[in-house]
């Protein structure tokens, strides 16, 4: 059973609000350390911490639409291998879904771990957030401000930082899971919540019963319901305007989604667009290292088998008339999305690390649903579920190796 | 048609039941079409997309990947697991632009001599319908 209880914010302070609450696993010895985003002193980038000393926890905020790694992996750096520490990770939806798939792929591990998963709803890219930053805006701010009117679009005319013409990744625009627990997504030990809710007053928090108990969190009627007047589900129910929004919200992602999948579907149609598609990729491994999924030690494209001789590039030219340097890209995203695409998350990482601006998130996610599909599995929504490259079933796929006809 | 056009396969067998199968059709003298090139894996589980996808891209007009029948796997389930990935690797490839067709999956036992060459025969038919792999003189891969 789980709780859900309101944080009252006060003086209008919701990140101090957030820190102390934060600050409370760590005081009252529920935990050892906290991994949260936390402002860099520059103001201009918000970054994976790990917080040991509850006196550090000023600047953490897991609000700040910007995520310049997935904090996924720092989950696995700090949990991979046997540590004995008792830790909290703060992490968005697409995070908490790829903790999800490395503890299944056995690059992670929930030993000792509360998982706290935090609305997003959305994410700037790394130089947008330090433009916006340097323009003056403080986008915490106003992700919050967006919460408490309901309106879900960062891109609403009437932001600052949308006047400005900043608009969240292209990953996040099509992003239909942005609420930890919600549907096809983990359910975190606690989820902080301020879609809904008006995180000016309050926030809503969900635990289960017993973290519920060691943070003193009660069960509330409601987000006060005199103020806000709105109905209220039972008690311990997150509220309906909650529900209505998170909906609305997944709505407009899924109609986006839909729109930029059926545009890449009409595009790549044949071998030339596809070409066409990767032509400026100059296999930098920059999407590989960004993703959380490609988690190989050694992944063969950083192998010796990788490194030909000098007369096979001849060769190669002599064979097809011509090649274009560097080689093997097609070759590279192929099998990179052979190895992961069941279990892409959708963080869009990958193409937030790209060079040449190459819209891999795009592809990955669009291909990673249909090959998905076939095994009916949604990555990051259950430990239960194993990941499709690592098992089988006897009965599935029959047709698949026998004669035709 | 292109009655010249004779498509290159690349095959990859497990050694316990395709390789010997195709080892029994050349003992069995049973005559069959000389389109394949035969990479011998212990396992058609052990076979990673990377090569079949790297067949395809330099050239190769045809994959034929050969295992053992369902339930017969020499190391239990790796042909299960085949199985997977081959559906993994077609819907991949047809999402991409490429004819999934040129990459078979075929259960041949180690008996099976004339269901081999049968398969090799009907192979090279079918892809002397869909013609050469486009990608054959690309060399921006």
Redesign the interface.
């Known amino acids: 059973m789980s709780v859900t209880a309101y944080l009252e914010v006060a003086e209008g302070d919701t990140l101090g609000t957030l820190q102390r609450f934060l600050g409370q696993l760590l005081t009252a010895d529920i935990v050892d350390a906290l991994l949260v985003p936390q402002k860099l002193p520059t103001g201009d980038n918000v970054v994976p911490t790990l917080i040991r000393d509850p006196a550090k926890l000023a600047g953490v905020d897991p609000i700040a639409p910007v995520m310049p790694v997935i904090a996924a992996q720092a989950v696995s750096n700090v949990t991979a291998t046997e540590h004995g520490e008792r830790l909290a990770a703060v992490l968005r939806s697409c995070e908490l879904r790829a903790v999800i798939e490395l503890v299944k792929l056995q690059q992670a591990s929930l030993e000792d771990v509360i998982l706290i998963g935090v609305d997003c709803l959305g994410t700037y890219e790394v130089r947008d957030y330090a433009r916006l930053i340097e323009a003056g805006v403080d986008p915490t701010t106003e992700v919050l401000a967006v919460a408490a009117e309901g309106q879900l679009d960062l891109l609403a005319a009437d932001l600052e930082s949308a006047a400005k013409g900043y608009q969240i990744r292209a990953a996040c625009r099509m992003c239909e899971k942005p609420v930890p627990g919600g549907p096809d997504v983990y359910r975190p030990d606690i989820t902080i919540g301020f879609l809904g809710v008006d995180p000016s007053h309050q926030i809503l928090i969900e635990a289960s019963d017993t973290l519920a108990e060691k943070l003193g969190l009660e069960a509330a009627e409601g987000p006060s319901a005199s103020r806000r007047g709105e109905p209220v589900e039972p008690s311990g129910q997150a509220p309906v305007r909650r529900k209505e929004i998170i909906e609305r919200l997944i709505a407009e992602r899924t109609a986006e989604r839909d729109r930029v999948f059926a545009a890449f ?1 009409e595009r ?4 030339d ?3 066409a598609e990767f ?1 400026t990729c100059i296999r930098c491994y920059n999407c590989m290292g960004a993703c959380p999924i490609c988690y190989c030690k050694e992944c ?1 494209f950083r192998t010796p088998t990788f490194d030909h001789a000098s007369p096979q590039y001849f060769r ?2 002599e ?6 340097l560097p ?5 590279f995203h ?2 990179r ?3 992961m ?2 279990s892409c998350v959708g963080c869009g990482m990958c193409e937030s690390a790209c060079p040449s601006e190459l819209p891999v998130a795009l592809i990955f996610r ?2 990673g649903q ?2 998905q599909a ?2 009916d599995y949604h990555p990051g929504r259950s430990l239960e579920e194993e990941v ?2 690592s098992t ?3 009965d ?3 047709e ?4 035709e006809g | 048609m292109n009655d010249d056009f004779e498509p290159r396969i690349i095959g990859f067998f497990c050694n316990w039941c395709t390789y010997a199968g195709a080892d029994l059709a050349g003992t069995s003298r049973i005559q069959y079409p000389p389109n394949v090139r035969v990479i011998r894996l212990m396992c058609s589980g052990a076979l990673d997309p990377v090569y079949v996808i790297k067949a395809l891209l330099e050239g190769a007009d045809g994959v034929l990947i050969g295992g053992c029948h369902p339930g017969d796997c020499h190391y239990q389930s790796g042909n299960y697991k085949a199985r997977r990935r081959v559906a993994i690797l077609q819907s991949i490839l047809k999402q991409m632009g490429f004819e999934p067709e040129r990459v078979w999956l075929r259960w041949i036992s180690a008996s099976e001599g004339r269901y081999f060459a049968d398969t090799v025969t009907e192979m090279v038919a079918k892809l002397k319908e869909l013609g050469p792999n486009p990608l054959k003189g690309v060399g921006a891969i």
């Open positions: 579907r790549v149609t044949g071998m667009n596809l070409l032509s063969i190669w030219a064979r097809k008339g011509s090649i274009r080689t093997d890209t097609l070759l192929l099998t999305l052979n190895h695409a069941t669009a291909v249909e090959t076939i095994f499709p490259v089988f079933r006897e599935e796929l029959t698949l190796g026998e004669r």
